[in-house]
């Protein structure tokens, strides 16, 4: 066994046994809401075409077209369990700082809700755009055109968001059932970090043309997809699923798509077709397929087909129960994660001379670290339904924590949503930042962010 595996196994065994001595306590938070009603619970779902127009950037191009499926906004509407829970996905690289804030106050306004009982994530594919009005903000007053953060389509998709989920909510339904499964994808899911003596000493890329990058073990992943599915009586509505890993097959094309995950997704779409297929990407920051992947376009198929095909026997695996408003509930608690200070001024330096793909890569961890300086928190937060919980995490997670979460209660169904708030960027485990490696050399975030997640994970899984 290499020192790496130890290591990792380490990090879920030391998170999961830490939560165990405190797990008979009660967790007491004036934030969280745990609701006991007899209302009738019910669902609204909503999808909107989230694609930009020609012309205009993608996170590192200028747009030149769109692939068949086009990119999607995706979610659910959950009534009935107090105020109404919001769930939305995002086939973007990411959305940040206070774009957040306005995606979630868009989407609570529409819902009749509250921005803290709203989650907004990106499945992270790169053909895509990225979204933070705050780094707009700072490149115009700088005198520096905004060009991948220009928000005009993002306010255009914010008010179609909007209106679609009012129209959803007039078309709600009953949830009297709830299915859940989980199976392991076979062949898509490696890890990036290659270490050997204690150190990374190289990344397997997400498309890795390196053939001894390729044959090295494919290293510590979550293997299975796991889906949640809401019934009206025998009629499935709306089918959730996670899994961890980098989405890319290939990028850099100019060419808007959802990759493979999207293709995935559409193919279970076209099996269920009654159910609108919601995915998430879940931690998948130091995963990607490049033990799978040399980037041949040909394996943007082989690897939809690999994860569609995980995804059906999730389904076909889903024991299917009743399900009542009494036991769906939410919970959120504020995080204030610890800052590599020295990265502000490393970025400022750099920003008047930087090209769009340096801008892209560290406007939003800037903006990031200033809003963190001034105290403002990130929302992590816990999603009840029957024996399932969903946390939604933000930024490029470690696999390790999702792993340790759902060791640490391991009589649940435990999803997780990574890919929130992309401020953050890279969030790796205290031992990572030992190991160095591309992730943690442009983490904005200390290796103390293990700890604080941990217990926040705990106390939300309690």
């Not at 803290?116 to 933070?132: E, G, K, N, S, Y």
């Not at 397997?204 to 043309?209: F, G, S, Y």
């Not at 995915?279 to 394996?299: L, V, W």
């Amino acid at each position: 066994m290499s020192e790496t595996t130890c290591s990792r196994r380490d990090f879920i065994r030391r998170n999961a046994l830490a939560g165990m001595a405190v797990a008979g306590m009660p967790f007491v938070n004036a934030g969280a809401v745990s609701v006991k009603n007899d209302k009738a619970l019910r669902i609204a779902v909503f999808d909107v075409d989230a694609t930009p127009p020609v012309g205009s950037y993608l996170t590192y191009d200028r747009m030149i077209g769109s692939y068949d499926l086009g990119l999607r906004a995706k979610g659910i509407v959950l009534s009935g369990a107090d105020a109404p829970i919001v769930l939305c996905a995002v086939d973007w690289i990411g959305i940040a700082n206070e774009s957040q804030d306005v995606f979630k106050q868009t989407l609570a306004d529409a819902a009749h809700t509250t921005p803290d009982r709203v989650a907004v994530h990106v499945l992270h594919q790169h053909d895509a755009p990225i979204c933070d009005f705050s780094a707009e903000k700072a490149l115009k007053a700088s005198g520096i055109a905004p060009q991948s953060f220009d928000g005009a389509f993002a306010r255009q998709l914010l008010e179609r968001l909007g209106k679609a989920v009012e129209e959803a909510l007039t078309r709600q339904q009953d949830i009297t059932r709830i299915g859940l499964g989980k199976a392991p994808v076979y062949q898509v899911a490696s890890n990036r970090r290659i270490v050997k003596n204690g150190k990374v000493g190289a990344m397997r890329a997400t498309a890795c043309k390196d053939t001894a990058l390729r044959d090295e073990p494919e290293g510590l992943v979550d293997p299975d997809v796991t889906l949640i599915s809401f019934w009206n009586e025998q009629s499935p509505i709306a089918v959730l699923t996670f899994y961890a890993t980098h989405p890319q097959s290939y990028y850099l094309t100019g060419v808007a798509n959802p990759d493979f995950p999207g293709i995935a997704r559409f193919y279970r779409q076209l099996a269920v077709p009654d159910a609108l297929h919601v995915h998430f990407n879940g931690a998948g920051g130091n995963i990607g397929a490049g033990k799978y992947n040399d980037g041949s376009h040909e394996n943007r198929l082989v690897l939809a087909q690999r994860l569609a095909d995980g995804m059906e026997r999730a389904w076909r695996n889903s024991v299917v129960t009743p399900v009542s408003a009494a036991e769906v509930s939410w919970q959120t608690l504020p995080v204030l994660l610890p800052t590599v200070k020295e990265m502000e001024e490393q970025v400022e330096r750099q920003i008047k001379t930087a090209d769009m793909r340096f801008l892209s890569n560290n406007m939003p961890k800037l903006v990031w670290l200033k809003r963190r300086q001034s105290g403002t928190a990130i929302n992590i937060s816990c999603l009840t339904a029957g024996k399932a919980r969903v946390l939604f995490m933000p930024g490029e997670l470690f696999v390790e924590y999702q792993l340790a979460a759902k060791a640490f209660r391991p009589e649940l169904a435990i999803s997780m949503a990574a890919y929130g708030d992309y401020g953050p960027f890279y969030i790796g485990t205290k031992d990572a930042y030992a190991q160095g490696g591309y992730e943690i050399s442009v983490s904005p975030v200390t290796s103390e962010a293990e700890e604080m997640l941990m217990d926040t994970i705990r106390q939300l899984l309690r």
